[in-house]
């Protein structure tokens, strides 16, 4: 690629090299900086990604994706356009060099000291840019490598001039998108984890969001796998002893004994972990929820009394809303994602009939819906409110919230509706489906509203808060969420193998219970990244003293 080139792709992406995702994740790429530290959060084991271990003394580690091949690499680490200050990271054994000739100083200045200096074009000596300079010697940088930083102001002028100075340094490139990253998770600063919640970190928009992502950083999730993993391991080692060295009498037979109590707990604890309602997931990608409803009750409205501005068209005229229309809002600091949907009802337009099919798909896919009722046209009763909510069919099982807007006809104040119809908590004891809950139970909650007025929108808001995190959790207790589908593949894998070696191991076949041992081990490696086979030997050694 021509050197211009190599600028204008370094200039046109937001920290392109610090959005390494593994492959296996497969959700896009991520951008950010960690500038100053250099531990992320969980250690890794050096810059070897594994593909298993193999049976017996001659293991193997995979090489997987080392990165890092001697050359140093640069990029523009801050957002493109036009700033108050400018980062441009470089990572490699080049970047002292580098920073001594753009900086023109003979050595770099004192480690993790910001320094100012007058940034310079090497080739021609002119001046490009007055700023701060930072020099993060390795191991102890973000990537592991020596590495430096330019703190120039933001024009893309200034930028594009530094950019292409450090582009005619020999040994210099651009860098790849995610490689900065990368080279940290092959230095072992992070594993697949706590990259990927760096990822989320400087992709989250709420608070619930940010908590999270901050966690799985900082190494939480990590730590859980890598416990898990050594759990697997010391039973693989204890059962690849037992099978090796049983004859000689060097080994208890209540190793198996122990090994079967080990996997069993192991088991119990993993499907615990994978039913935890996707909260994860929903938490780090927003709940999806669907206004529905009959046409001409305010859906619209209400997305724009939600999003503040008049993202949708409102008219009198029933059948307005065709397509589908998404806003992303922040509810008591959960993620929400809104869609406002076509009336649902037997439409007679062809295009009308292609909205409804649209707003059906989407109810289907809903993880909250919000089902829109006009509080004239319907009584409050449970068992009209039922009736009315079974018409929208909302998928089973998900949970409903019940709007009944155009309170201000209703000659009363927003609120929720008690059977009765005055004020009062909700008394709609139903099922989402619709029908009245023969047992009792609570239904999904109810609210007045009014669209035209605003009244009754903070108990709305209130009540929409309250699903969130129901459905999201409080990211900081408990055990870390789920917060991948490749985590969940993986996850799901290791206890099939797992569930396989208890089937394996009452019918005394023991080779093939270890074999179900690593791949459980394996889908547990993939996740983070660790996979290996020395510490199985290690183990086997230090626990056993075989030969003694």
């Known amino acids: 690629m021509a050197l211009s080139g190599a600028v204008r792709a370094a200039r046109g992406r937001c920290a392109r090299a610090l959005s390494w995702v593994p492959p296996a994740a497969g959700t896009g790429a991520t951008r950010g900086r960690d500038g100053t530290r250099g531990t992320g959060g969980t250690t890794g084991t050096g810059a070897t990604r594994g593909t298993g271990a193999t049976r017996g003394t001659g293991a193997t580690r995979g090489t997987g994706a080392t990165a890092g091949t001697g050359d140093t690499i640069f990029a523009l680490s801050s957002a493109p356009g036009r700033c108050g200050v400018a980062v441009i990271r470089a990572s490699g054994p080049g970047s002292g060099a580098a920073l001594r000739s753009l900086a023109g100083t003979p050595a770099p200045p004192p480690p993790r000291v910001m320094a100012l200096r007058r940034i310079r074009d090497p080739r021609t000596g002119e001046s490009l840019d007055r700023g701060l300079v930072v020099w993060f010697p390795g191991p102890h940088s973000f990537t592991g490598e020596d590495c430096a930083e330019l703190h120039v102001h933001g024009g893309p002028a200034v930028v594009s001039g530094v950019l292409r100075a450090l582009g005619r340094l020999p040994g210099l490139r651009p860098a790849e998108p995610g490689e900065f990253t990368r080279r940290a998770f092959a230095h072992g600063k992070l594993d697949l984890t706590a990259a990927e919640g760096l990822r989320d970190l400087i992709g989250a928009e709420t608070e619930a969001q940010r908590r999270q992502a901050l966690r799985q950083l900082e190494g939480d999730l990590g730590r859980l796998y890598q416990r898990w993993s050594h759990a697997l391991t010391q039973a693989l080692a204890h059962l690849e002893a037992y099978i090796d060295f049983s004859e000689d009498d060097n080994v208890e037979e209540e190793v198996l004994a122990q090994v079967a109590v080990t996997v069993r707990a192991l088991l119990q604890e993993l499907r615990g972990h994978l039913r935890d309602g996707r909260r994860g997931e929903l938490l780090r990608g927003g709940v999806r929820a669907v206004i529905a409803g009959p046409p001409n009750v305010g859906k619209s409205s209400l997305l724009n009394l939600l999003c503040r501005r008049p993202a949708a068209i409102v008219s009198p005229t029933a059948g307005t809303t065709r397509d589908v229309l998404e806003v992303a809002l922040d509810i008591g600091g959960y993620p929400l994602v809104l869609s406002d949907t076509a009336g649902l ?111 009754g929108l903070e108990a709305l808001l209130e009540l929409l808060a309250q699903q969130l995190a129901q459905l999201c959790g409080d990211p900081l207790l408990g055990s870390p969420s789920l917060t991948q589908s490749r985590h969940s593949r993986h996850l799901g894998a290791c206890a099939a193998a797992l569930e396989r070696f208890g089937d394996v191991g009452d019918s005394g076949d023991l080779a093939v219970a270890a074999e179900q041992l690593r791949v459980a081990r394996r889908e547990l490696g993939r996740i983070t990244g660790h996979v290996g086979a020395e510490d199985i030997l290690d183990i086997i050694f230090r626990d056993f003293c075989v030969g003694k």
Not at 382 to 405: I, Q
């Open 345 to 455: 009802r037997q439409a007679t337009d062809p295009v009308e009939r292609e909205g409804v099919a649209r707003a059906r798909a989407r109810l289907c896919q809903a993880d909250l819906v919000l089902a829109v009722l006009d509080a004239t046209s319907v009584s409050h009763t449970p068992v009209a409110l039922g009736a009315a909510l079974a018409a929208l069919e909302p998928p089973p099982g998900t949970p409903c919230v019940l709007v009944l807007n155009k309170a201000d006809l209703l000659g009363g104040h927003g609120g929720s509706p008690s059977a009765s119809g005055a004020q009062g908590p909700p008394a709609t004891l139903l099922s989402c489906g619709g029908s009245p809950s023969a047992s009792g139970a609570q239904g999904p909650p109810a609210t007045l509203l009014s669209c035209k007025t605003g009244e």
